[in-house]
């Protein structure tokens, strides 16, 4: 692969076609702040070590923040607790790593970004231009101070960038689709079919079934102790929690190598916001209004939950030892001089497995309970639509059921009505409106229109009982039309696959370590 990668050393390429590179460029260098108790370019713990190479704190920070703040952008009203039930956090420490691996195997296939190229790249990134489409130097100057603390660090990241992208680009010119490829999947993609089906969901059948009693309890942990065990081991972060704080604080910023003087200058400065505090102004204005930390200040300094190992040493001391409504006096970080108050504190909480038992057992009981009834309902509601009823029929909506004047279906409170997947292909195991369901999918390619699905269908909401409502067969006249998007489509599959097989072998040979207090604790904001 040497000469292909050495081949394209000509340019830059300037913009990513895999989706998990394009979600590297957004956590790396999208703008946005979720700094824990720093500065985000001051961090010095590490995230996790590569190879022995660092990757530092802040880059997991400004990872995660950027990969949220992307999200929000397209969904306003995404939260906090929403990135972490996707696992956020996991994503941008495994997108990192994978960078960490892409940098290091190109430094040893010998690639190099020159200078002139990197400043070729920073000049015509978008992001850089002012409003009149041309390279904004001061607004580049304050972006990247604010973010990374100093042009040249930006610069080694986004060096590093370039170069993992130039390493892939060689890559995927390796890739080819023949043309029977194409028109395998050309065939495919233009095979559809529409579903009418109906969920039941297992949380609106938890609501109707029978809660447990006390003896079903005690004989549940009796029957099923293995169960319960492995239920604890999978919560373990709901039942072994670190002590944590939500902080605020306000930060009076010393520049690296700063002389003796400008510390104290600093330092005093901070001290005078102190005084203010102490006679009664409120902490979160005072930050507001002071506090040098771009990411905190519009938030009053609050910097969510912190957890030790996420914040730098002295920051976190100083927070863990706060009570409830504390201030901190003046703390020095890389950062400069801070401020905490914690505004909360929890404790830390380990819950043995012998109380777990009890806290578990009534929960997998209710689930139990809950998956019986939704399956025998999905059963009954599949047989009716096996005998000639229609699921529309069976289960209308509430509309519908109104103006038939009958009462509409339910499951605990949810009204139960057929819905329409509209018209998809299987391009793979998601079915729209339904979610990740291969065999579903897989069963719907093949189930003439009219005909119900042959059973009921697992998924992780609920089971889903579905009818063919059409199928639309691919015409042979419009393949030359339509040939060229598929093929591109085609190319851009196989190359995410070789991509992802690839960084799978590099990461298999690699040494990794994840620092669990930053993946575990950074991104978390309860409350």
């Not at 009149?132 to 080694?156: H, N």
């Not at 190598?257 to 102190?274: H, R």
């Not at 190992?309 to 863990?320: C, M, R, Y």
């Not at 777990?356 to 009534?362: M, T």
Request: neutral net charge; hydrophobic residues 45%; aromatic residues 8%.
């Amino acid at each position: 692969m040497l000469d292909k990668l050495r081949a394209n050393k000509g340019g830059i390429i300037t913009y990513v076609f895999l989706f998990a590179i394009i979600i590297v460029f957004v956590v790396s260098f999208g703008p946005g702040s979720f700094d824990k108790g720093c500065n985000s370019s001051q961090g010095t713990g590490w995230a996790a070590r590569v190879n022995g190479e660092e990757i530092p704190v802040s880059a997991f920070q400004r990872a995660y923040a950027n990969l949220f703040n992307s999200y929000q952008r397209q969904i306003p009203s995404f939260t906090r607790e929403l990135a972490e039930q996707m696992g956020f956090s996991a994503m941008a420490m495994n997108q990192l790593v994978e960078q960490n691996l892409l940098v290091q195997e190109a430094r040893r296939e010998g690639l190099v970004i020159s200078d002139a190229e990197l400043a070729e790249a920073i000049v015509e990134e978008p992001g850089f231009k002012g409003a009149d489409g041309r390279f904004d130097k001061e607004g580049y100057l304050r972006w990247v101070e604010a973010t990374y603390g100093s042009a040249s660090q930006f610069e080694r990241t986004f060096r590093d960038q370039l170069l993992a992208q130039r390493l892939l680009a060689g890559l995927r010119e390796t890739v080819k689709v023949s043309e029977a490829e194409v028109r395998a999947a050309w065939a495919t993609e233009h095979d559809k079919v529409t579903l009418s089906f109906v969920r039941f969901p297992l949380a609106a059948a938890e609501a109707e079934v029978k809660k447990p009693t006390a003896a079903d309890v005690a004989a549940f942990v009796a029957k099923d102790g293995a169960r319960l065990e492995q239920a604890w081991k999978d919560g373990a972060a709901r039942f072994d929690q670190p002590r944590k704080v939500r902080a605020r604080h306000i930060l009076v910023k010393v520049a690296p190598g700063a002389t003796p003087a400008a510390d104290e200058a600093a330092k005093k400065k901070l001290e005078a916001l102190a005084a203010r505090i102490a006679k009664g102004e409120d902490f979160g204005k005072v930050a507001a209004e002071a506090s040098e930390d771009e990411g905190t200040r519009s938030r009053g300094g609050d910097l969510g939950f912190v957890s030790e190992g996420v914040v730098e040493k002295p920051f976190a001391d100083a927070a863990f030892a706060l009570q409830q409504g504390q201030v901190s006096g003046p703390v020095r970080t890389s950062a400069g001089w801070h401020l905490i108050r914690a505004d909360q504190v929890v404790p830390a909480k380990k819950v043995p497995l012998e109380e777990a038992r009890a806290i578990l057992a009534p929960e997998l009981i209710l689930k139990d309970r809950a998956a019986a009834l939704a399956d025998a309902r999905a059963a009954a509601a599949l047989a009716a639509v096996k005998a000639g009823k229609k699921l529309s029929d069976l289960f209308p909506t509430a509309e519908a059921a109104k103006a038939a004047r009958r009462e509409p279906v339910k499951l605990g409170a949810l009204v139960l009505a057929a819905e329409s997947t509209g018209p998809f292909s299987e391009q793979g195991p998601f079915v729209p409106k339904i979610g990740a369901a291969p065999d579903l999918a897989a069963a719907a390619m093949v189930t003439p229109a009219g005909q119900p699905l042959p059973k009921v269908y697992q998924t992780p909401q609920g089971p889903v009982v579905a009818v063919v409502e059409a199928r639309e067969r691919p015409d042979p006249a419009r393949y030359a039309s339509q040939r060229a998007q598929v093929e591109q489509q085609l190319l851009g599959r196989k190359e995410s696959q070789v991509q992802q097989a690839w960084l799978k072998q590099l990461r298999a040979a690699a040494d990794v370590k994840i620092n669990p207090a930053v993946q575990g604790g950074a991104p978390v904001d309860e409350g």
